[in-house]
């Protein structure tokens, strides 16, 4: 039976803040999709309805997300190119991934191709997003509560250090259990990569569809949107290895947090811009597009370069292409890198992704603040993260992350933070 991890700090306000964000982020999921199809779209003004529950609930919307899921997980269980080991658990052991996620995305474009081709009405996925997201959001709620009492019978070793503070409501926010699996079927895993990745781009290419349908050929400022996230989400499945060393799987529980924010936040938000688009045309010329096109190369050359920079130099500091940069040696044996990317600023993926969330949101125009809400967030996310992640690297590195932060002493935008 589990019992009380050590006491860590809480995180998000405690269980107030946990129990305001419970309700605050699904509202706030149901108030962007209501905005966004509304004449004024304005993203600080009231919605222009209260949906009705008719509007909300809907049993093809529970079918279709359970056919999603279903349609995922199998996916997850096919046979995989390679299988890695995570990070070292607390009991020395070591968990096994598939690395298959890629595969996941070209069979699912595969199968909706098919799909396509038979006639299937992607396009009428759109006009399904609220039901789909309220829908998600409940069955959120209850996947939570079924991972919490999951970790009832975890071992202590299996518990995340910050989601076990005896508290429910916190915890219940936070998850308790670091890697809850069923057999093999590891369900964060699954989560943070899969249906609501892959979900996004599926929404981006029917409200894509959709405008072609309404006006004749999707405009540009749709193919860039969807061109830009389709990359995105290509890339962090290509990647996949890399999201096992990031702190939502190696530090944090799985609970309501991450389930929903992989989930319903992901897809239902991250499609903000496309959703935009297809209520609020925009006109944009080529050279504008190609500008905006510029800027999200220059964010995804800073973004892969770093991201990959440090992958590498963890796995193998002696590879040519990370050999020859300065370092600096910690107490645990690890090295911390203090040239090239990581020499710039200490989060230097963070500014890349940060300059490719605004790639995202210029083809919507400078009307609206609505689409610009993906990069709000996402600033407020990442500047959150850094601190959590300043915090853990002091724990484990001390003196030689002091030094660090010394020697780098901007944290995400060089001369300014
Ligand atoms: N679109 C979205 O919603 C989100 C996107 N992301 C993106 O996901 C990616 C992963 O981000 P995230 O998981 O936050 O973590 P990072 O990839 O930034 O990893 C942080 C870790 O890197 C290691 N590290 C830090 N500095 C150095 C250094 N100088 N030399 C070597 N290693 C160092 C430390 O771990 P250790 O030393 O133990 O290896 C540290 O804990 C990022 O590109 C981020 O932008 C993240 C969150 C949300
Ligand atoms: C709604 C909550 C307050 C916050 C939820 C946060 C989640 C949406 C994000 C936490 C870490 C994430 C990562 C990614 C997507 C968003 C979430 C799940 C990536 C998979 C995005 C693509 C990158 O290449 C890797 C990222 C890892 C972390």
């Known amino acids: 039976m589990a019992s009380q991890g050590p006491q860590a700090p809480l995180?998000?306000?405690?269980?107030?803040g946990a129990a305001a964000l419970m309700l605050l982020l699904p509202a706030t999921t149901i108030h962007l999709l209501l905005v966004a199809r509304s004449g004024p779209a304005r993203l600080l003004g009231p919605p222009p309805h209260l949906p009705g529950l008719s509007a909300l609930?809907?049993?093809?919307?529970?079918?279709?997300?359970?056919?999603?899921?279903?349609?995922?997980?199998?996916?997850?269980l096919l046979p995989a190119r390679?299988?890695?080991?995570?990070?070292?658990?607390?009991?020395?052991?070591?968990?096994?991934?598939?690395?298959?996620?890629?595969?996941a995305l070209v069979l699912t474009a595969l199968l909706v191709g098919l799909g396509l081709s038979v006639g299937l009405p992607l396009g009428m996925l759109s006009d399904m997003l609220l039901p789909l997201a309220f829908t998600t959001t409940l069955t959120t709620f209850i996947f939570s509560f079924l991972l919490y009492m999951k970790a009832q019978m975890a071992p202590p070793s299996g518990l995340a250090p910050g989601g076990n503070s005896g508290n429910t409501i916190y915890d219940f926010f936070m998850g308790r259990e670091l890697n809850p699996r069923i057999c093999s079927f590891d369900f964060k895993y699954f989560c943070e990569l899969r249906p609501g990745l892959i979900g996004w781009v599926?929404?981006?290419?029917?409200?894509?569809?959709?405008?072609?349908?309404?006006?004749?050929?999707?405009?540009?400022?749709m193919w860039l949107v969807n061109g830009f996230q389709l990359l995105y989400v290509g890339d962090a499945l290509w990647h996949e290895e890399a999201v096992l060393t990031t702190m939502d799987i190696t530090h944090d529980g799985f609970g309501f947090m991450l389930a929903f924010g992989d989930l319903v936040w992901v897809p239902f938000t991250y499609s903000l811009q496309a959703q935009f688009l297809l209520h609020h045309p925009q006109p944009l010329g080529p050279?504008?597009?190609?500008?905006?096109?510029?800027?999200?190369?220059?964010?995804?050359?800073?973004?892969?370069?770093?991201?990959?920079?440090?992958?590498?130099?963890?796995?193998?500091?002696?590879?040519?292409?990370?050999?020859?940069?300065?370092?600096i040696p910690t107490a645990t044996g690890k090295r911390l890198l203090v040239s090239?990317?990581?020499g710039m600023v200490r989060h230097p993926n963070y500014l890349?992704?940060?300059?490719?969330?605004?790639?995202?949101?210029?083809?919507?125009?400078?009307?609206?603040?609505?689409?610009?809400?993906y990069f709000l967030y996402f600033l407020a996310l990442l500047v959150h993260r850094e601190a959590?992640?300043?915090?853990?690297?002091?724990?484990?590195?001390?003196?030689?992350?002091?030094?660090?932060?010394?020697?780098v002493p901007y944290r995400i935008i060089p001369y300014i933070y």
């Not at 995180?11 to 107030?16: K, Q, R, T, V």
């Not at 599926?202 to 400022?221: C, D, K, T, Y």
């Not at 490719?356 to 125009?365: F, I, Q, Y």
């Open 388 to 407: 959590r992640d300043e915090r853990q690297c002091l724990q484990k590195y001390g003196r030689a992350w002091q030094e660090y932060c010394q020697r």
């Open 352 to 373: 890349g992704d940060l300059v490719m969330a605004l790639a995202w949101s210029l083809p919507c125009g400078l009307s609206h603040l609505l689409p610009y809400f």
């Open 57 to 76: 609930w809907s049993p093809p919307a529970l079918l279709l997300l359970l056919t999603w899921l279903g349609l995922q997980a199998a996916l997850y």
């Open 340 to 342: 090239g990317w990581w």
């Open 11 to 16: 995180e998000f306000g405690g269980p107030l």
């Open 202 to 221: 599926l929404i981006n290419l029917a409200l894509l569809m959709q405008e072609a349908e309404l006006r004749g050929s999707p405009s540009l400022a």
């Open 287 to 327: 050279p504008t597009a190609l500008v905006i096109c510029l800027i999200n190369a220059v964010g995804y050359y800073i973004f892969r370069g770093a991201n990959s920079q440090k992958n590498t130099f963890r796995k193998n500091p002696s590879d040519p292409s990370v050999a020859g940069l300065e370092t």
């Open 82 to 103: 390679k299988v890695t080991e995570g990070l070292e658990l607390k009991d020395k052991s070591r968990l096994r991934y598939p690395i298959n996620g890629f595969q």
